[in-house]
Structures are given as C-alpha cells and as structure tokens.
C-alpha cells in the first residue's frame, strides 16, 4: 500500500510568482486535505476536498485554490505569493466524508520558500 | 469556535522517566481529539485519536491520553520514556465542521 507522497519536497520562489504543489492521496482516499505549517507553528487547514469538490476551508485568501482529479489526487495552487506564504505545506488523505474525524494520513510535505 | 492550548513549548525529561505533554480544549460541541507526531523533516503521525467512545484511549508506541470533560484536557502520556520518543507532539481538536486546529506544539528532548 503507498503512502501519501507529495511533490516538490522543497521550492524556492520569489514575491509574486505562482506556485503548484501536488499531492497523491493513500490508495482507497477519496478525501484530502491541505494545511500549512509556519515554522515553530502547528499546522492551520486550509482546505478539503473530497471527491473532487471543495469540502471546508480555513481562514485563507482566495488566492489559496485546490484541484482533487478523479483519482483523488490533488494540487494547491497559490497565487502572488507572498514572504509570509513561506511555510512547510502538508497534504493529508482520508477514506471517507467526515470532515477531520476520520484518521487522517499525511505526506512528508513540501517546503516553500518565498524570496 | 474550537481551539487548542498546549501547555509547555519544550519538555525535557530523562530516558525511563514518565512523560506528560498538557493539552486543552475548547469546543462548543463534543470535540474530536487527536495527537500528532512529527519527527523532523517528516509529515505528522497519528499517536491516538479521541471519538466519544472510551475516555482512556491508548495509542502507537506506547502512549495513551485521558479525555476530561470537567477540565477540558486531553493530556498524553507514557510511563518510560525513549530516546526514539525525542520529536514534536502535536494536540488537535475537530468536530464535524470540516475543520480541524492544531495547537502549537510541543517539543519532547529525552536525556540519556
């Protein structure tokens, strides 16, 4: 059984530009969620989706969007990136529709940095 | 609005020591509760998770928390520490609102 697996493990952006993440759900996840890790901070959600609609979200701009495909993988876009949008972004995939009640399984992360 | 509050940033104890790591809760409903572990440069883990059912829960790797309604606490514990125990510990609270806070974090340094 695979894991959750994330891509890029780390990326470097500037002000402004735009960025995607990408993150394959554990086999059988028909749900994902995304949060944020600020260093020295715990993780803030900052979206669910689940097959392939948009399912909750936390206190983020719209700049912050998602994808779930039909095989529930998934994509966090962010837009204008900001200083502040560096963090460590973590996916997480769940087997059913219970908001965060369901074990969550996360992924080692992506770590962005904004210059 | 629910929230989490772990008490202690750091907590250093010595290898075979009791290890307790404080967390409370504030919910409006009765709350999901869940520790995390996450070792350096890696994803979270789930220690054990809190869903109405028995008060005790004993999780992964020798760990167990007891929910207290009275205190609004959801401490974790385990009897001996190890050194392989040495990372940061996550307290969180969810509830079918599709959303789910994190605490801040707690540090666990175990001594030789």
């Known amino acids: 059984e695979t894991g959750v697996t994330q891509s890029p493990t780390h990326l470097i952006k500037t002000r402004g530009q735009q960025v995607t993440l990408r993150c394959s759900s554990q086999?059988?996840?028909?749900?994902v969620s995304w949060y944020q890790q600020a260093l020295g901070q715990g993780p803030q959600f900052i979206f669910q989706?689940?097959?392939?609609?948009?399912?909750g979200r936390g206190n983020f701009p719209p700049r912050f969007s998602g994808l779930q495909f039909p095989n529930y993988s998934s994509e966090l876009n962010v837009n204008a990136l900001e200083l502040d949008d560096s963090a460590l972004y973590l996916c997480?995939?769940?087997?059913?529709?219970?908001?965060?009640?369901?074990?969550?399984?996360f992924g080692p992360g992506t770590r962005l940095t904004v210059l | 609005a629910q929230s989490v509050t772990q008490l202690g940033s750091h907590v250093s104890v010595s290898e075979g020591a009791l290890v307790l790591l404080r967390c409370n809760y504030s919910?409006?409903?009765?709350?999901?509760l869940f520790w995390y572990v996450q070792y350096p440069n890696q994803g979270l883990q789930l220690l054990l998770k809190?869903?109405?059912?028995?008060?005790l829960v004993k999780g992964i790797n020798g760990f167990e928390a007891e929910f207290k309604k009275s205190e609004t606490s959801f401490h974790l514990t385990k009897p001996s520490a190890h050194m392989s125990d040495a990372a940061e510990y996550f307290c969180?609270?969810?509830?079918?609102?599709?959303?789910?806070?994190f605490g801040a974090g707690t540090r666990l340094t175990v001594k030789p």
């Open positions: 969180a609270v969810s509830s079918n609102n599709n959303d789910m806070r």
């Open positions: 809190y869903t109405s059912a028995a008060t």
């Open positions: 919910s409006s409903v009765p709350p999901y």
């Open positions: 086999s059988g996840h028909n749900t």
């Open positions: 997480a995939s769940s087997a059913g529709l219970a908001g965060h009640t369901d074990t969550q399984y």
């Open positions: 989706y689940y097959r392939e609609e948009e399912n």
